[in-house]
Structure formats: structure tokens, C-alpha cells
């Protein structure tokens, strides 16, 4: 447990640090006017943040800067959202007014727009379903208690799952939903899948099906199956204006990893609700030990989509990326539900 002054000396080095990108010593922070402690007793408090493993000396300087346990102190519990100006949330209002024909467009304008009001590189994880249509659904049993549904894209993806089949089901039951299901549904995109099953399909399986309710349970499963996702880059080169990632090996084999979209997206990819950070190390993967990975999911009706993301380094500006990963990410599920959910 940190003392009150302990916690207001890191809060004022992270804050210096994130600004100026310079190792910060006692008398700077002795001339914030939050801070009332002379330059002597905060050097005492910085020793000791030190042992604890807060703050670190780099090489060749007096000064200190946060660690990563240090950021991730700051984040759990110093951290207090920046209130987006007028201007940040105009910027972001006008973006979406615009008609995209598209939904992929407005996708790739989301991660232009955080990596503009950031200044960092901006990752965002859109499910390739916005482009695909249902060719054909099979279910196929495996056993009296389970089936694989497959569902084949007209790009020619499938995707399969197991899905628990309803107890006594009759074999020509199943035939019957899978022939009502191709008919009605064949052509229909597949974000729109569960919506035009509840609307239209729904009452004509409750007409010729007799254990409606357990196949409807069933179906709901099959279509909320996760999709592959697409990935969008903002300011990819916003990374090079930091000053830790001025070694070109290093920016080299960040830019390696552009290229790889499955695996960016294996890293960026969140269910969780909210905002998700990830420090250095945390992330588990070697080229972003220094590097901070911020992430919001969006969703439709409540149905997660994709994700927002930032990559920048540890010295992140957290109170305003954060802030505007929020109001993004709820924004734009409130757009997409709009557009693209009529139940």
C-alpha cells in the first residue's frame, strides 16, 4: 500500500513522463503546483518508489521513469479519464454523418479517426460477415445428442460448429429446418442472419416444427458463432514520431507485423466489454514488451463485432486514449445497431 504522498509523486512523474518523454528528477516535480514537498523529501519518496519497483534509473541520468508495474499502478488506480473537448467529439460526430454505402468504409474511417485524435497507430477488428452472404446452412448429426452446422459463405468461407441438438428430434425434423432455412435465408448477409431468422423465418418453423422452441435454441447458437475478422490500420506510421521507437530494428519488426493480419488480430481481439489494457509484457509477445495495447469492443444489439484498438509505447497518453476509445466504441455500436439492426 502506498502512502499519499507516495501516491501523488508517481502520479506527478507519469504524467511529467508521458509529456515530455524525459526522465524526471525531484526538483521538477517539487515545482508542480500540486505537489508542496521540497526537492530533498522527494527524492526520499522516489528511492523508495524504486525499491518498490514503481520507478526506474535509466543509465547516465539523476532523474527517474515509471516501470511497467508502475504503469499498471497508474492505470488500476490513479487513472482518471480526460473529458473529450468539443472540438474531439465534433470531430468524431462529423466523421460518422457522412453515408457510407459501405459498412466496411465506415470501419476503415473508425480507425482513421482514432488514430488521428490519438496520434498513435490505430488497429481495428471488423467480422468479414459485413461482406458475405449465406449460400447454403447443412446440419449434419453426429450422435442422438449433438450435430455440426456448417455455414458456407458465397466467398466460399465455411465455418463449422458443434450444436447441441434438441433431445428425441426426429431425423426428418432436422431436414426440415435445414430445407425452410436454405430457402428463406439463402442470399441474406450474414450479420443480418439471427435478425431475419427472429422476424420472418421464426413463424413459419413454428407452423411446421414440432419442438420449436428447443430448435430455435439451437439455431440462435449456430448464428452466433464467431466470425473471422478483417483488420484495419490507422497511422501506421504515427509510431515512427515516438522517441522509443526510433531504432529501425525495432520499427522493422513492428511494421514485419503489420503484415500479418491473423496473428495482429490474435493480439487486438477482445469479447470483453469495456476497455481493456495491456502493458509491456503483459501483452506476451516479445516485439511489444515496450509497448501499450489499449482496446474497446463495439457491438450490434448488444452482439459483439469487433474491437478498437491503439498500439503506442508504455508512455501513453492514458487519460485521453481511453476516453476516446470509450466514446468511439459507443458511438459507432450505436450507429451499426441503427443501421444494421431492425428487430
Given at each position: 500500500?502506498?502512502?499519499?504522498?507516495?501516491?501523488?509523486?508517481?502520479?506527478?512523474?507519469?504524467?511529467?513522463?508521458?509529456?515530455?518523454?524525459?526522465?524526471?528528477?525531484?526538483?521538477?516535480?517539487?515545482?508542480?503546483?500540486?505537489?508542496q514537498y521540497s526537492p530533498a523529501t522527494i527524492r526520499n519518496e522516489m528511492s523508495d518508489l524504486e525499491e518498490?519497483?514503481?520507478?526506474?534509473?535509466?543509465?547516465?541520468?539523476?532523474g527517474r521513469i515509471p516501470s511497467q508495474k508502475g504503469y499498471r499502478y497508474y492505470v488500476d488506480h490513479l487513472l482518471s479519464?480526460?473529458?473529450?473537448?468539443?472540438?474531439?467529439?465534433?470531430?468524431?460526430?462529423?466523421?460518422?454523418?457522412?453515408?457510407?454505402?459501405?459498412?466496411?468504409?465506415?470501419?476503415?474511417?473508425s480507425a482513421k479517426i482514432v488514430s488521428s485524435l490519438t496520434s498513435y497507430t490505430s488497429i481495428v477488428l471488423g467480422p468479414e460477415v459485413f461482406e458475405s452472404t449465406l449460400q447454403r446452412i447443412q446440419i449434419v448429426p453426429i450422435g442422438s445428442d449433438a450435430a455440426v452446422a456448417i455455414i458456407v459463405?458465397?466467398?466460399?468461407?465455411?465455418?463449422?460448429?458443434?450444436?447441441?441438438?434438441?433431445?428425441?428430434?426426429?431425423?426428418?425434423?432436422?431436414?426440415?429446418?435445414?430445407?425452410?432455412l436454405n430457402e428463406r435465408l439463402k442470399g441474406t448477409p450474414i450479420v443480418h442472419l439471427r435478425q431475419k431468422l427472429t422476424n420472418e423465418v421464426r413463424s413459419v418453423l413454428r407452423k411446421y416444427i414440432h419442438q420449436?422452441?428447443?430448435?430455435?435454441?439451437?439455431?440462435?447458437?449456430?448464428?452466433?458463432?464467431?466470425?473471422?475478422?478483417?483488420?484495419?490500420?490507422?497511422?501506421?506510421?504515427?509510431?515512427?514520431?515516438?522517441?522509443?521507437?526510433?531504432?529501425?530494428?525495432?520499427?522493422?519488426?513492428?511494421?514485419n507485423i503489420f503484415e500479418e493480419d491473423e496473428l495482429v488480430s490474435k493480439l487486438f481481439r477482445t469479447e470483453e466489454q469495456g476497455i481493456t489494457i495491456r502493458i509491456g509484457e503483459e501483452n506476451r509477445f516479445e516485439p511489444f514488451d515496450e509497448c501499450t495495447i489499449i482496446t474497446a469492443s463495439y457491438s450490434i444489439d448488444g452482439k459483439h463485432m469487433g474491437t478498437l484498438g491503439i498500439l503506442g509505447p508504455t508512455r501513453m497518453e492514458y487519460p485521453r486514449v481511453v476516453s476516446i476509445l470509450d466514446y468511439m466504441?459507443?458511438?459507432?455500436?450505436?450507429?451499426l445497431s441503427a443501421r444494421y439492426y431492425k428487430g
Open positions: 500500500m502506498l502512502t499519499e504522498r507516495q501516491l501523488l509523486i508517481l502520479n506527478a512523474i507519469i504524467d511529467d513522463y508521458i509529456t515530455h518523454a524525459e526522465p524526471v528528477g525531484s526538483r521538477s516535480v517539487s515545482k508542480r503546483d500540486d505537489i518498490l519497483g514503481f520507478l526506474e534509473k535509466p543509465h547516465s541520468s539523476a479519464p480526460k473529458k473529450l473537448s468539443k472540438n474531439e467529439i465534433n470531430n468524431i460526430q462529423s466523421a460518422f454523418k457522412d453515408r457510407y454505402s459501405e459498412l466496411e468504409e465506415m470501419i476503415s474511417e459463405t458465397d466467398t466460399g468461407h465455411v465455418e463449422n460448429q458443434t450444436v447441441s441438438l434438441p433431445p428425441g428430434l426426429d431425423v426428418s425434423e432436422l431436414e426440415k429446418v435445414v430445407n425452410i420449436f422452441d428447443d430448435m430455435m435454441t439451437m439455431l440462435n447458437e449456430t448464428f452466433a458463432s464467431h466470425q473471422n475478422e478483417k483488420v484495419f490500420y490507422g497511422g501506421k506510421t504515427n509510431i515512427l514520431a515516438q522517441p522509443e521507437f526510433h531504432d529501425v530494428n525495432r520499427v522493422r519488426r513492428l511494421f466504441s459507443k458511438d459507432l455500436s450505436k450507429l
